[in-house]
């Protein structure tokens, strides 16, 4: 897959022969089996390599390559020349598509494996016809794939921009400000909200800037920008341990590379204000 990227193409149903040449993206809990060489999936058979899904679901072309997610058991073990990887650990191992497929592909699995009942009368659900869902046999409520939407935002005051961490970000790491959509709200009333419970900085003129599927363990980070309006910091020592002002040309340790939307929404900031 060297080149030009691939196109994916979600599908429902496979096409004919869709297990032949395949690439399966097989899972053990929320970890991805993997070759202990290449780091990518498996293919095109996991029966023959010993490892057998619990349950698959078909996601989709790649090019024309029909791929599939599947439930692995929770105690199978690795076959030889194989090991399973956490997600994050596999950022620049895998090719960029196949790692966005994985993200698609871990949260359907999990999606599906939560959902064999249905919440309401307990019975047991199905494949829904024409769409990504599974329907209650007995009464008929549908379950679709589980989506948090995040906003993460960079917030600038003149020539600085604001960066806090949190007591689980490796240690001494800054990174800008995320938090989830409450029911109610549109993103750009969560950014303002997060923004002054997080650090006690009042925002104005949120602008748009990108989004970012992040299935950690199923959210969408929408990324804005913000301009500072009032206020001081201040934090809880919980959710954010410490945060402050940073111009360019002084900016603390950050998250390495350039594989997340926060990171490129710093970076916008430091191409804007270097010198």
């Known amino acids: 897959m060297h080149g030009r990227r691939p196109r994916f193409e979600p599908r429902l149903a496979p096409p004919p022969e869709a297990e032949a040449a395949a690439l399966w ?94 919440g309401a009368c307990g019975g047991p659900t199905r494949p829904a016809e024409g769409e990504r869902a599974r329907a209650c046999a007995r009464c008929g409520l549908a379950f679709y794939p589980r989506l948090a939407p995040s906003m993460i935002v960079a917030v600038e005051r003149g020539d600085a921009l604001l960066l806090a961490r949190s007591p689980h970000f490796p240690r001494g790491i800054y990174s800008v400000l995320a938090g989830f959509v409450e029911p109610g709200e549109s993103v750009e009333e969560t950014v303002v909200r997060e923004v002054w419970e997080e650090t006690g900085v009042e925002v104005e003129d949120v602008r748009w800037f990108g989004s970012q599927p992040w299935p950690y363990p199923n959210s969408l980070m929408l990324g804005f920008q913000a301009r500072y309006r009032a206020g001081e910091i201040r934090v809880d020592g919980r959710e954010i341990e410490d945060a402050g002002w940073f111009t360019a ?26 010198r």
């Not at 095109?44 to 997610?69: N, T």
């Open 25 to 118: 993206f097989l899972f053990r809990g929320r970890e991805l089996l993997v070759s202990l060489e290449g780091g990518a999936p498996i293919a095109p058979d996991p029966h023959a390599a010993g490892a057998s899904p619990v349950r698959r679901q078909f996601l989709g072309l790649l090019g024309a390559v029909p791929c599939w997610a599947g439930e692995l058991a929770p105690d199978v073990e690795p076959p030889q020349g194989m090991a399973f990887r956490d997600l994050r650990a596999l950022y620049g191992r895998l090719p960029p598509e196949l790692h966005e497929l994985a993200g698609r592909a871990v949260q359907i699995v999990e999606w599906d494996r939560t959902h064999q009942f249905c």
């Open 249 to 274: 040309d002084a900016m603390p340790p950050l998250f390495p590379g350039s594989i997340s939307i926060s990171q490129w929404l710093i970076q916008d900031f430091l191409r804007r204000h270097a």
